[in-house]
């Protein structure tokens, strides 16, 4: 039992970094990027290419992070341009649409040119005891990162002046665009952010089990669902609600098996809206 808790934690740390790049694009933006999934597996190809070709692999997780980040970007800029001249529904129904487009293409186009490529980064450090159960190192190191990244994603919206100027648009983006908050350039911030966050959930999951190709999907429904538990908007909910997931997936996967696995988390999900509508730590309209 220790031992599938443990994994859980390991597994829901990285499903609620996952979460928070989705969320805190909607909240800014009010646009639900279902392509999301998609920059993580970028990522991950990009990192596992650069790797084969000879670079290391601290500079190869830079080269896939810098990849997420670079589509990211592309996408605030070109298709996402309209959508943000539309309101509430109808914003977030093109988003919807646009970007599950952009889904597909990157899929279509990752299967046909690197049908067989994934990433897996070995950690080939002893096994480490925790709660008398032996860990393995990858899995430590990757709630390392993801800890860190949290507490550094902590401290720059509580503690900056362009954190806080990114909570008041989240909040309120007409009255933040009369304190002089520029709105445009708060987008183009989180949606950069966002892409980070996808390097760093794929260089997390590779560290525990392969990254392939076909995951692009799997990650955006994983993020949809921590997003909806935690809150839209909310980054504390977006862990907390990424922890319990992650345990929840590892004890069903444990105990019942994986092929039930998605249909728990729905029911999961689903029940917090019915309790909770807003999420754990949602705003209520």
Known sequence: MTA?????????LQFGLLGVGLTVVYGIGGVLNLAYGQLAVVAAIVMSLTMRSGLATGPA?????????????????????PVYKRDDEDRVLLSLLLT????????GFLVWRYPI?????NIDWDPVSILGVRMRAGSLLASAITLLAGGALIFFFRTT?????????????VGARLCGVNPAAVRTLIFALSGVLA?????????TSPVPISAGFDFTITALLVTVVGGLGSIRG???????????????????????????LL???ALTIVVRPSGLFGAKA
Not at 243 to 256: D, E, H, K, R, T
């Open 4 to 12: 599938v808790i443990l994994d859980g934690i390991v597994l829901g």
């Open 61 to 81: 997780v830079l080269a896939g992070i810098s990849a997420a980040v670079a589509i990211a970007l592309l996408l605030n800029f070109t298709i996402l341009k």
């Open 100 to 107: 599950i487009g952009v889904a597909f293409i990157i899929d």
């Open 117 to 121: 490529e994934a990433l897996s980064l």
């Open 161 to 173: 002046t362009t954190g806080k100027a990114v909570r008041s648009v989240i909040q309120d983006e």
């Open 199 to 207: 390097g760093l959930f794929a260089t997390t999951q590779a560290m």
């Open 238 to 264: 977006a862990f907390l609600a990424g922890l319990i997931l992650g345990v929840v997936n590892a004890m069903s996967s444990f105990y019942i098996g994986s092929y039930v696995t998605t249909i728990i």
């Open 267 to 269: 029911a999961a999900a």
